[in-house]
């Protein structure tokens, strides 16, 4: 399984940008579909972005579509989540996530389609 570590996160204001990176181990990345989680405490993960392995395909939650923008390199084994106009309802832990796809072409966004995530980053947007 692929091995991910996201970097990014932290304490801005509302109307502020961050940009989230998902940074793989291994020599497939291309390979594997990756979609943006985020939870906060006490409710479920919420899937926020997605993109698939050849990065042709995303997919966006209504809450976050034409203010985030999901993007990789494969050459760098990276993914970003470039947030733009957060709001303080965007506080939460960010996490990656990879599902093996192939050439598949497909993007994933079920909790329970992942099997590899990251450790997860720390977003905080003040009022």
């Known amino acids: 399984q692929v091995q991910l570590v996201e970097s990014g996160g932290g304490l801005v204001q509302a109307g502020d940008s961050l940009r989230l990176a998902c940074a793989a181990s291994?020599?497939?990345?291309?390979?594997?579909?990756i979609t943006w989680f985020r939870q906060t405490p006490g409710k479920e993960h919420e899937s926020v972005a997605a993109?698939?392995?050849?990065?042709?395909?995303?997919y966006y939650a209504d809450s976050v579509k034409g203010r985030f923008t999901i993007s990789r390199d494969n050459a760098k084994n990276t993914v970003y989540l470039q947030m733009n106009s957060l709001k303080p309802e965007d506080t939460a832990v960010y996490y990656c996530?990879?599902?093996?796809?192939?050439?598949?072409?497909?993007?994933?966004?079920?909790?329970?389609?992942?099997?590899?995530w990251g450790q997860g980053t720390q977003v905080t947007v003040s009022s």
């Open positions: 996530a990879a599902k093996r796809s192939g050439n598949s072409g497909n993007y994933y966004y079920s909790v329970t389609d992942f099997r590899s």
């Open positions: 993109i698939s392995g050849n990065g042709v395909r995303t």
């Open positions: 291994g020599r497939t990345f291309s390979s594997y579909a």
